[in-house]
C-alpha cells in the first residue's frame, strides 16, 4: 500500500503527539456521535488485563475500518490503540468521578503497577498488533497530594486516573519499560508495526 499517511483511530491528543514525534504524518478518523465507542471497553469477568487491552484494541481496530469503509474515504494504514492500568488482575479504568479517581490513587499509592498498551495497524488485508508492558513504582501518596492533583481534573478520562507527563510524576520512583506506552503510544512497538506496513518513521 503506498500512502504518505496512516489514520489515527483515537481521541488522544498525545497519541497524535507520540506519532507526531515519530515523523508520521496522520489523520483522524475518529467515531460518529451515533457510535458507542465507550461500549468497546467494556470489560469481561475474569480477562487478564494484558488480553482485555489488546481485545479492545482489535474491537478498535474493527471499528476503525468499518468506518473508513463507511465513509469511503481515501485508503490509507490505521492506527489505533489502547491503554489500562492494572493492579495485579485489577484493572484500573478510567475514574467514574473525584471520590473513585482519589481511591484509585490510594490504591496505587506506595506500590507496583503495570501499564499495558497494545497498539495495532491495519494495512491492506493485513492486521499487525504488539504489546508493551511497563512497570510503575509509586511512592507513597500523601492525602493532600491525591486531593489536590484530583481537584486538578487531570485524573479524567485516564486508565489510572493518572497521566504520568503530568506532575504527578513527581511522585514516581521508577519505570521499567517503555514511557511512550505509558502516555498511550509505545514508539519502539508502534515504529516496528509501522515498519511492517511499509510507512517509514523518522530518523
Request: aromatic share 6%; proline share 7%; net charge neutral.
Amino acid at each position: 500500500m503506498n500512502t504518505t499517511f496512516v489514520y489515527l483511530a483515537s481521541q488522544s491528543p498525545r497519541r497524535a503527539q507520540l506519532l507526531d514525534q515519530l515523523g508520521v504524518a496522520h489523520r483522524p478518523l475518529l467515531p460518529a456521535p451515533d457510535e458507542d465507542a465507550e461500549a468497546l471497553e467494556a470489560e469481561r469477568e475474569g480477562e487478564a488485563p494484558a488480553d482485555y487491552v489488546q481485545r479492545v484494541t482489535r474491537a478498535k481496530l474493527d471499528a476503525a475500518l468499518a468506518r473508513l469503509q463507511a465513509r469511503a474515504l481515501p485508503p490509507a494504514p490505521i492506527l489505533c490503540a489502547d491503554t489500562t492500568v492494572a493492579l495485579g488482575p485489577r484493572i484500573l479504568g478510567k475514574p467514574r468521578d473525584a471520590d473513585d479517581a482519589a481511591a484509585t490513587l490510594r490504591a496505587l499509592s506506595a506500590g507496583v503497577h503495570h501499564v499495558y498498551t497494545a497498539v495495532a495497524v491495519a494495512a491492506g488485508a493485513r492486521r499487525l498488533l504488539a504489546l508493551s508492558d511497563s512497570r510503575v513504582v509509586f511512592a507513597a501518596l500523601p492525602e493532600a497530594t491525591i486531593a489536590r492533583y484530583v481537584a486538578s481534573g487531570e485524573p479524567f478520562g485516564k486508565a489510572g486516573s493518572y497521566a504520568i507527563q503530568g506532575p504527578i510524576s513527581a511522585w514516581i520512583e521508577r519505570v521499567e519499560g517503555s514511557y511512550s506506552g505509558i502516555m498511550g503510544l509505545p514508539l519502539f512497538e508502534t515504529r516496528a508495526l509501522l515498519a511492517e506496513a511499509g510507512i517509514a518513521c523518522a530518523p
